[in-house]
Structures are given as C-alpha cells and as structure tokens.
C-alpha cells in the first residue's frame, strides 16, 4: 500500500514530510472544495490537491506532493529521502513514526506532569494572546512543543521524525536560538528531542551541544478481556 506525505520546503534547505491527511486536518484551509481529510481517500485528495495546482512525486511505495511552486524540491526530496524514501529506518516504520507524530505531540503536551526534565516539571507555554505551545510559530518555523519549567524557563520540544541527527540538531539549535532571542529575555532555554529510538549518531552530537536532552518512547497495546468475560 503506498503511502501519501505532504513535503513542506524548510529555510535552511532542508524538508518537512507529513502524513497527507494529517497535513491536512492541521490545515483546513488547503482542503480540496467537497473533500474530508477523514472520509475522503487518499486518492481523491490526492486528485483534489492536483486540481489546485500541487505537484505529485511518485515512486514505488510513496506519493510525495507538493504545494504549487514547489517543483524544484524534487531534487532535494532525492537527495534526502532517496527514490523509495530509504533511510537508516524501514518504510514501514518511517509510516508508523509519521502516523503516530500528532498522537505523541499532543500525548507530551497533555501529560507534563509526568514528563520531568532535569527534575523539573513543565507546563504548556501560553503567550500574551493566548496561543498555546503546539505547534508555537516562531520566525524561523514552527516549533513542536514549546514549555516553561516550575522556573519559568523555556524548554522546545523536537519530536525527531525521519531525518538526519545533523538536521535534527540544528532545527532545535535554531529554535533555541530564537526563543533566546525573543521571548526568554535572559531565562535559561534547554531543548529536548524525542525519538523512537536515540541513534548513535545523535548520541554523539548531543554530547557537545548543551543543555539538550534526548528521550525515547515507546508504545504498548494490551488487550485483555472486561471481567465479566473472565471464567
């Protein structure tokens, strides 16, 4: 089964890809006149999203598409996810990570309570207008989670999707930065990462970037019978 992903351009030349439906319901306002991100299928979104003038690239178990007058990133969308979206993880995995992206976003930001970092608890971050931190647009992106420690001290969240540890790293670097630059007003601003799995790789490159901390999750399902069922 081939899967659909939205590939967003970035400013540091890099790619953001998403499950096409999910892109879509965080942005009702590119939904194809007639179509539902919910109900509708992915092919007729797909066509819908065409009509509107958005580039489709094709490989064997992928449909990237493209926002009109994004046709050049296809040089780039190969040079990062390759002709069949290889990576150091499988397709189906990368799928499941991308699917399970907003659930896990909005999982962290419902139960601060019991995600301390450094010992201390977080809370949502809310700004003067009331915008909360999910998805926290700044100048240079959005940022997936942005809280504030018992302190009052910034922390981003970076939920590492199927990307390098370099880009992972620098994204959050930037974020920090901005948010230092902006709104700390001289408070201390850590960052964490969460990931599926902590690679080597990005082990070593958080070692010499400060006040980054790197978290895994993991995901159980039970299934177990109500107790009127148990004989």
């Not at 967003?8 to 790619?15: A, K, L, S, W, Y």
């Not at 490159?205 to 299934?223: D, G, H, R």
Request: a negative charge.
């Amino acid at each position: 089964m081939k899967r659909f992903n939205v590939v967003i351009p970035r400013e540091d030349g890099g790619i953001e890809v998403y499950p096409m439906k999910e892109w879509l319901r965080q942005h009702p306002d590119s939904i194809p006149a007639g179509l539902d991100p919910t109900f509708s299928t992915s092919h007729q979104l797909r066509n819908g999203l065409r009509t509107l003038g958005w580039s489709v690239q094709e490989t064997a178990t992928e449909e990237r598409l493209m926002k009109p007058g994004s046709s050049q990133l296809e040089a780039t969308i190969e040079a990062v996810l390759g002709e069949e979206g290889e990576g150091n993880d499988s397709a189906e995995e990368n799928a499941a990570a991308f699917e399970l992206e907003y659930q896990l976003r909005d999982f962290i930001a419902q139960n601060f309570s019991a995600i301390p970092v450094e010992g201390k608890r977080l809370r949502l971050y809310v700004d003067s207008t009331g915008r909360d931190g999910v998805e926290y647009p700044t100048a240079v992106g959005p940022i997936d989670i942005l809280a504030v420690d018992e302190e009052e001290q910034f922390v981003v969240f970076e939920l590492k999707r199927a990307r390098s540890p370099d880009h992972t790293i620098g994204q959050l670097a930037r974020y920090m930065g901005w948010i230092s630059e902006t709104i700390a007003r001289g408070k201390k601003v850590r960052g964490v990462i969460v990931a599926k799995s902590i690679s080597k790789n990005l082990h070593y490159s958080v070692m010499v970037v400060p006040n980054v901390s790197l978290f895994e999750y993991k995901i159980k399902f039970e299934l177990n019978k109500p107790a009127s069922s148990q004989p």
